[in-house]
């Protein structure tokens, strides 16, 4: 198993990783986000400590049960050879209808195949009120035309 692109990154390359790694999230399908990831694949995510994908799967499951109305943005922020470091914020609301804006930074080290075998995230959430979301599209892939986190002045 494999995924194009393949590292060495350059910019084009990098960019194009972080956005089908957005496009995938925003998806919210646990089983086809975790054949990205190596099988043995490592994450710290927050105060989490997951390994593989049978317990990615698990995590993503319980996430966007939780994290509902579910929309994300990526922006590369650096590459080097099979790393990229990426910024990110999504919105989410949770079951009493508290919006939320979540800000973080990720980084990612990549096999050969393009696999991600490590994935090390910090976040920090964000109450928002339903007026100060900024993230408007339907479920799934964010649309060409909505701005990035630049352009959106985060």
Same mark, same amino acid.
């Given at each position: ?5 393949? @590292? #060495?990154? &350059?910019?084009?390359?990098?960019? +194009?990783?972080? *956005? !089908? ?9 646990? =089983? ?9 694949? +490592?994450?710290? &995510? *927050?105060s ?6 049978? =317990? /990615? ?10 994290? +509902?109305?579910?929309?994300? /943005?990526?922006?590369?922020w650096a590459?080097?050879? &099979? ?5 990110? $914020?999504?919105?989410?609301?949770? $079951? ?8 973080? &930074? ?16 910090? /976040?920090?959430? +964000?109450?928002i009120?339903?007026?100060?979301? !900024?993230?408007?599209? #339907?479920?799934?892939?964010? @649309?060409?035309s ?9």
């Open positions: 198993m494999s995924r194009l692109p393949f @590292p #060495p990154f &350059n910019a084009e390359t990098a960019v +194009q990783k972080v *956005r !089908l790694a957005e496009d995938a999230w925003n998806g919210q399908d646990p =089983e086809k986000v975790s054949l990205a990831y190596t099988p043995d694949s +490592q994450w710290r &995510n *927050r989490d400590f997951i390994r593989g994908r049978a =317990e /990615i799967m698990t995590f993503l499951t319980r996430k966007w049960q939780r994290e +509902q109305e579910y929309r994300l /943005i990526k922006e590369l590459f080097q050879d &099979n790393r990229i470091a990426v910024r990110f $914020a999504y919105e989410w609301r949770d $079951a009493s209808g508290q919006w939320f804006r979540s800000h973080g &930074n990720e980084n990612w080290e990549f096999d050969e195949k393009g696999l991600m075998r490590y994935r090390a995230a910090s /976040i920090n959430d +964000q109450p009120s339903a007026t100060d979301r !900024l993230f408007h599209w #339907p479920e799934g892939r964010r @649309p060409n909505h701005p990035g986190l630049s352009a959106l002045g985060l």
